[in-house]
């Protein structure tokens, strides 16, 4: 394939190294990626792809932009992971796993990991250990949200990369995005969502689908939490069930420390 | 003023005669948890699914006119050079089935800015030229407090308007093609009872609302009471979710952005509707929040329509619908945010 | 048939007609970069020409007035207009690369073509200040706005009594058109520059605007005259101490003039994004007098 040598408005524009990774992860992001067909083409003449286990053989080390699927688990993933980030000018977080520990850190919610090792595992353990995000790590320069991944969004972050234009997160709750589509709020329905207090982006993909928000985005800049707990509390919902929504992606981890240590506060007084 | 009257049963031949058209019009979707119907305007392509007996709706008219995302234009990128390539997005007649005068006025309203100003937007004049708007009474809610914003009857705007008096129609005609399209029903000309019925009905319909809004002096008022201390306690509740500015009907503030395709040969503009309570609404480049905090945005929201529209426009950009305290999951609605601004709180519990 | 017809309100589409119609909405003007110079290490001047000649020629801006550049697929934005009105078409923007299409513009070739859309908001009324002296104050990229009406007020320099430029920025190697600093003086202008902190080669006076302002009061005995005409642009903290001064030392507040910077996405009136009140910066400003600012709340 011709390397390089495209221009836009008269900028030149390179056409970087790729490489894709996957640590503790389903893989699930990577798939959403190629399932791409009718824009994969134009996807791999803007960047050079060196490195996708899920997609083809040959390996290469020689990358500038590293994007890593999953979350850190074993020691080994952690080396792997310091060794990306010496290669990569950029590395991005791909995917909630990577950026918040995902789904996978769920088990951190669990005291004695040997306990939780036993279960599932049996009479032939495997290494593991706390689930880590990336950035517990090495510096991530950019993240992509979601579980999975929304591929356009994917698509849009790699252009505005490959530019040099800045990628832009929506700073707002997945609210905004839900009531644009005239969709009838889950709390009317007596649906437990986390849309009012989780950044969107996504599009609203669950509720559109009468299925309430699970957070997989990671809380919304400077989310309301002490009135969403207020609203959850007026629609009758357990503070449990949202909780344990806050707890699935890891997202919400800072939020519910700090909120846990007031709890813990309140009741020593 | 023209006015007709029909029986209920021409109703069908007056929908199926505007069919050969795009309709719109309210209908149901289904039940809320507390046993409260939830009504919603939609393409409709059957009769039997027109509500004309309709509370409210969750959401107004405003997708049908400002949808929350829209391509500007489009670029055609070759080179060093470009090509801009603008499309309205509008290329039929929509008959608009079943509107209540709140939603009817809020039209009317935003075409002020967004049509009759500098710079008229084609986007929005396109899709309003090619409305035809039937008008239907309204029943109103605890909510409503459309009557103290002066926008409970609406004068001008709709092409017919009408007025159920139990077994027929009153009908206000107010464009030459809704008067042609009536000739086709068998109407009548009101006769002394359907006057009495019309004025009876009108009063019936006046006696049910129960919200206010005190609007006197109000923009006054808003100017003293910029630095009262009850905006910072609305601005802790408040969610920054943007949720009210997509339920209203009259909020039109939107957002720019520019994409470049995967190809990197062609670029669009789309504008997407935007909240004034969201994060970064007044934030510039470089950094700079103008309205940093909650308090601060949600004031501001309030301020341009209770204030700076009215100054403006000599009206406010609010047409008491109600619908964004209801949609509001922390339940600031507008009657109790201007009372506690009023320093009324007491008297409106 | 009871079809309703198609009221087209663009009917001559793509075919664009220029000014307050519904066309001029999405309407751009094919710009070319024919110049760049680099002024400092993050600000540079852009030269722009509008490529049609008629086109060119026709379009007319006030002193004060700014336009929107738009590069397809990376952004568009408002920019001060910083040259002469008599230029017409053939514009100068100062740009300091801070967001997405700044940065971008900072990369493109000369030659490139850019949209451009406008003038758009208010101008300084230069031509009411014939016969008065005039003090223009800035701050920082606050010169860049101040630019086009000192071109107007220097191409009829003899309609214009004393005039006087009080120009801040926080170091000497921020200090933008200081090329032309010479020039302006040739003209019969009292240039005072003013830093935050100076550097080696730095000979000038090092501390706030409002010193050298003080100084400039007190030369009219403490008392502007009645003739004066000030314009100032500069940060928003800038505003209120530098009106202050001038309304104590006797201006009328409706001779003091600002132009002011808020974040906009249509410059047409309608996206709200400018606002400040109720009051849109791209329609009512971006040029205010004191009195208008007076009456808007969080303004300066």
């Not at chain 1, 004695?112 to 995000?133: C, F, S």
């Not at chain 3, 009917?11 to 519904?22: A, E, I, N, V, Y």
């Not at chain 3, 249509?266 to 791209?282: D, E, L, S, V, W």
Request: aromatic share 10%; proline share 4%.
């Amino acid at each position: 394939m011709e390397k390089g040598g495209r221009s836009y408005l008269g900028v030149e524009i390179k056409r970087p190294r790729v490489a894709f990774f996957e640590l503790s992860s389903c893989e699930g992001c990577q798939l959403q990626i190629l399932n791409n067909e009718a824009s994969l083409l134009s996807f791999l003449s803007l960047v050079e792809i060196v490195n996708f286990r899920e997609a083809m053989s040959i390996r290469s080390d020689d990358y500038e932009i590293a994007f890593v699927e999953g979350s850190v688990t074993r020691a080994d993933e952690e080396e792997r992971l310091k060794r990306i980030r010496k290669r990569a000018g950029v590395l991005v977080a791909l995917g909630s796993c990577a950026c918040f520990g995902g789904v996978n850190q769920l088990k951190n919610r669990f005291n004695d990991l040997e306990w939780v090792k036993h279960e599932v595992y049996g009479d032939h353990p495997v290494e593991t250990r706390e689930v880590q995000p990336l950035s517990a790590f090495v510096e991530v320069d950019l993240s992509i949200y979601g579980c999975p991944v929304k591929k356009e969004e994917v698509e849009q972050i790699v252009t505005n990369l490959v530019l040099g234009k800045s990628v832009d997160h929506p700073r707002y709750p997945v609210c905004m995005e839900c009531t644009a589509k005239g969709n009838t709020c889950l709390f009317e329905l007596g649906e437990p969502c986390l849309g009012p207090i989780t950044r969107a982006g996504c599009d609203s993909w669950c509720p559109d689908n009468r299925m309430g928000c699970w957070g997989c985005r990671g809380p919304a800049d400077e989310a309301n939490i002490i009135q969403f707990r207020e609203v959850i509390r007026k629609h009758n919902i357990p503070e449990e069930v949202m909780l344990d929504r806050m707890e699935c992606f890891g997202g919400f981890r800072h939020i519910l420390k700090e909120m846990k240590g007031k709890q813990d506060k309140g009741q020593m007084e | 003023m023209l006015f007709r009257v029909f029986v209920k049963k021409e109703l069908e031949t007056l929908y199926e005669i505007l069919a050969v058209n795009h309709v719109v019009g309210p209908t149901s979707r289904g039940m809320a948890k507390r046993g409260k119907e939830l009504f919603a305007f939609d393409y409709l392509y059957d009769f039997q699914d027109l509500r004309l007996d309709f509370t409210t709706t969750t959401h107004s008219l405003k997708p049908f006119v400002l949808p929350f995302q829209e391509t500007l234009s489009s670029f055609i990128i070759e080179d060093g050079s470009w090509e801009k390539h603008v499309d309205l997005n509008i290329y039929k007649q929509h008959v608009f089935f079943g509107v209540h005068a709140c939603d009817i006025n809020a039209l009317n309203k935003l075409d002020k800015v967004l049509s009759e100003q500098a710079y008229p937007d084609p986007f929005y004049t396109g899709k309003r030229r090619n409305m035809f708007i039937i008008g239907i009474d309204c029943h109103p809610q605890p909510f409503c407090f459309c009557r103290s914003m002066g926008t409970d009857t609406v004068l001008h705007g709709f092409d017919m308007y009408l007025t159920d008096l139990g077994d027929s129609y009153f009908v206000e005609i107010q464009s030459a093609r809704a008067w042609d399209i009536l000739q086709q029903i068998p109407t009548a000309e009101p006769d002394e009872e359907d006057h009495r019925r019309f004025v009876e009905t009108v009063e019936a319909r006046n006696r049910e609302f129960s919200c206010q809004v005190d609007t006197s002096d109000l923009t006054k008022i808003l100017d003293l009471e910029f630095q009262s201390p009850v905006w910072e306690e609305w601005g802790k509740q408040c969610l920054s979710c943007g949720t009210c500015a997509n339920v209203c009907p009259t909020c039109y503030c939107y957002g720019v952005s520019e994409h470049v395709d995967l190809d990197l040969q062609g670029a669009s503009k789309i504008r997407q509707l935007y909240s004034c309570n969201l994060i970064d609404f007044a934030e510039v480049a470089g950094g700079h929040n103008f309205r940093p905090d909650s308090s601060s945005r949600l004031k501001y929201r309030y301020y341009h329509k209770h204030r700076g529209f009215q100054e403006a426009f000599e009206e406010s950009l609010c047409v008491g619908c109600g619908r964004c305290g209801q949609a509001c999951l922390a339940g600031i609605t507008v009657p109790d945010v201007i009372a506690s601004v009023r320093g009324q709180e007491e008297e409106n519990e | 048939m009871n079809k309703l017809e198609f009221v087209d309100v663009m009917p001559s589409q793509g075919k664009f007609m220029r000014k307050t119609d519904l066309t001029s909405f999405e309407y751009s003007y094919q710009a070319e970069i024919t110049s760049v110079y680099p002024l400092t290490a993050t600000e540079k001047l852009y030269q722009i020409r509008i490529i049609d000649t008629g086109l060119r020629q026709s379009f007319n801006f006030q002193p004060g007035q700014f336009v929107m550049l738009e590069l397809p697929g990376i952004g568009e934005g408002p920019f001060s207009i910083s040259s002469s009105p008599t230029r017409h078409g053939d514009i100068e923007l100062c740009i300091r690369a801070v967001g997405n299409l700044t940065h971008f513009l900072d990369r493109v070739p000369r030659g490139t073509v850019v949209g451009i859309s406008g003038p758009f908001g208010t101008g300084f009324p230069v031509e009411k200040m014939e016969g008065s002296d005039v003090l223009l104050i800035a701050g920082g990229l606050g010169i860049v706005p101040l630019r086009a009406p000192l071109f107007a007020v220097l191409e009829n320099r003899s309609r214009y009594k004393r005039i006087d430029i009080i120009y801040g920025a926080r170091k000497p190697s921020e200090l933008l058109f200081t090329y032309q600093h010479q020039m302006w003086r040739q003209f019969d202008i009292n240039l005072d520059i003013i830093v935050d902190e100076g550097d080696a080669d730095w000979t000038g006076p090092v501390g706030r605007i409002t010193e050298i302002l003080e100084k400039r009061i007190e030369v009219s005995s403490g008392n502007l005259s009645r003739k004066t005409f000030a314009i100032v642009c500069g940060p928003p903290v800038m505003f209120k101490f530098v009106c202050n001064m001038l309304i104590d030392a006797g201006l009328p507040m409706q001779k003091i003039f600002v132009s002011l910077e808020r974040r906009m996405h249509c410059g047409r009136g309608k996206c709200c994004r400018c606002n400040i009140g109720a009051t849109y910066t791209c329609l009512s400003g971006p040029v205010f007098d004191y009195w208008e600012v007076m009456n808007m709340k969080e303004a300066i």
